[in-house]
């Protein structure tokens, strides 16, 4: 060996007496005498130094005994090798990728996972595999929280059996592999929290009944299952429903939802707080987007987040209203009146529009000027707005038009000897743009500008226009309405 060594070794594989190894350290350790080579041994039982010399660290081996996640995913496995080699080689590993390989039963992944007694997380997915066809499994998964069983061919009577050998299953991931959901899980799936049955197309609303029951279910993955429809028969107008108990996010995107109805249904769920509804034909198209996602929110009274987007205060009171006022002639027609005792409501109405009613209950409370409005029905806030009134009817505009000229009067309660204007301003137009042209007016900085509105029908109930992103039409803001500008 040469009397001197480069740092180029470092990294290099090497061969001694047939063993194999890896470079990790080139150099001096003193006292010794003469250029050392410090390697990594293929074999762990193999060699009988740390890379330590009187207490100096000169290089550390792979502790393979600390590994925790191991991802050999499309590596050719095909087997669990050596009995107890995973065990011995790698005991602490928590979550395993291994999908894309060639697996080929669950009993072979079953003498993988079996040897890492703190496995927590499986991924076998695209493995075409043969699982068990009778009631016998060869192991149990007693730690495991995470399978993924994607692109596997298993069926939903498969899907139930290797359920029994993960007693602590938290998340199931069964996307693409035509299931159709033949039976309810009684003694299995108890505790599964996510599950995500994306991409099978067999799959129709009443097999949805039979996992409506998991009492632990929180979020449910339906996407592009081709489901139209949802009924929850259990529950009438206005009530909610015993189905999905848990069930607090539900994703069906890419599906062929056409109706309102659906989401009428949907806030019948007693603890649904989050939805994800994106390609569907009722609201895919870039035009309609947001009249649906203001009617989608109106729906569903609960809702806190829609398309991954938070539902803020201010946005549910402008799509509640704008609900409100654009089906107010049809409330009236079917013998809606703001007179409870004169209020005769039709089935169809109702069963068309089952908040409707709610968002007319009228209990209003003032504080410091401005109306503020609350409302609790089974533990869910709801906003009410009182009855439509006959001027609201009349001046009915269809929801977000939003190329809409609104005249607006101009005043400005602190500056009496200012001259009240009158401006057209589109309803789209955003409460920075409306600061940016009245900074211009009447030079004055926009960062002091302070914007508020009040309706003529309701004289000294003021309405703040605290975000400047937003646009007039978000506020309800209409024809005739009264900004007022304070600095």
């Known amino acids: 060996m040469s009397d001197t060594l480069t740092a180029d070794v470092i990294g290099q594989r090497v061969e001694v007496n047939g063993e194999h190894a890896t470079v990790r350290f080139a150099g001096v350790v003193p006292p010794v005498a003469g250029p050392w080579l410090g390697v990594e041994w293929d074999n762990p039982e193999r060699g009988k130094h740390d890379g330590s010399h009187e207490g100096t660290v000169y290089f550390q081996c792979s502790q393979l005994s600390k590994l925790q996640e191991v991802s050999l995913r499309n590596c050719a496995v095909s087997c669990a090798g050596e009995k107890g080699g995973v065990a011995e080689g790698c005991p602490n590993i928590r979550k395993v990728d291994l999908s894309k390989n060639l697996l080929s039963s669950w009993d072979e992944v079953i003498h993988i996972a079996d040897q890492l007694r703190h496995l927590e997380v499986l991924n076998v997915s695209e493995n075409k595999l043969k699982f068990p066809s009778g009631s016998v499994l060869t192991g149990t998964l007693s730690a495991l929280k995470v399978l993924v069983l994607n692109q596997t061919g298993i069926t939903w009577a498969e899907v139930l059996r290797c359920a029994m050998g993960c007693p602590g299953l938290e998340e199931l991931y069964l996307e693409s592999n035509n299931i159709f959901i033949s039976e309810r899980p009684t003694d299995v799936l108890q505790t599964v929290k996510l599950l995500d049955l994306s991409s099978n197309q067999l799959i129709d609303e009443n097999q949805l009944y039979l996992i409506a029951h998991l009492p632990r279910l929180e979020q449910l993955i339906l996407s592009d299952i081709g489901i139209s429809s949802l009924h929850f028969p259990d529950a009438g107008i206005g009530c909610k429903t015993s189905l999905f108990p848990s069930l607090k996010y539900l994703v069906v995107n890419d599906n062929q939802i056409s109706q309102w109805s659906f989401f009428n249904e949907l806030d019948k769920l007693p603890s649904l707080r989050a939805l994800s509804c994106l390609r569907n034909p009722l609201t895919k198209e870039d035009k309609e987007a947001e009249t649906a996602r203001l009617l989608i929110i109106a729906s569903i009274g609960q809702l806190k987040t829609l398309n991954k987007c938070e539902i803020l205060p201010e946005e549910r009171r402008r799509a509640e209203l704008d609900y409100r006022k654009a089906f107010g002639n049809e409330w009236k027609q079917a013998g809606g009146h703001k007179d409870p005792d004169k209020n005769r409501l039709s089935e169809e109405f109702l069963t068309a529009h089952p908040r409707y009613q709610f968002l007319c209950l009228s209990t209003c409370v003032y504080t410091g000027g401005l109306q503020v409005v609350h409302f609790q029905l089974e533990q869910s806030f709801f906003l009410e707005y009182g009855a439509p009134e006959e001027w609201e009817l009349k001046t009915q505009q269809p929801l977000m038009?939003?190329?809409?000229?609104?005249?607006?009067?101009?005043?400005?309660?602190?500056?009496?000897?200012?001259?009240?204007?009158?401006?057209?301003?589109?309803?789209?137009?955003?409460?920075?743009?409306?600061?940016?042209?009245?900074?211009?007016?009447?030079?004055?900085?926009?960062?002091?500008?302070?914007?508020?509105?009040?309706?003529?029908?309701?004289p000294g109930v003021e309405i703040e226009l605290e975000n400047d992103l937003k646009s007039l039409q978000f506020y309800s803001v209409e024809n005739g309405d009264c900004l007022l500008v304070r600095w």
Do not use: A, C
């Not at 009240?420 to 960062?447: A, F, H, N």
């Open 401 to 458: 038009l939003k190329n809409q000229l609104l005249t607006l009067k101009i005043k400005y309660p602190h500056q009496l000897d200012q001259k009240v204007l009158e401006k057209q301003l589109p309803g789209s137009m955003t409460i920075q743009k409306v600061k940016g042209l009245l900074s211009r007016l009447l030079k004055v900085p926009v960062s002091d500008l302070l914007l508020s509105y009040e309706s003529p029908q309701k």
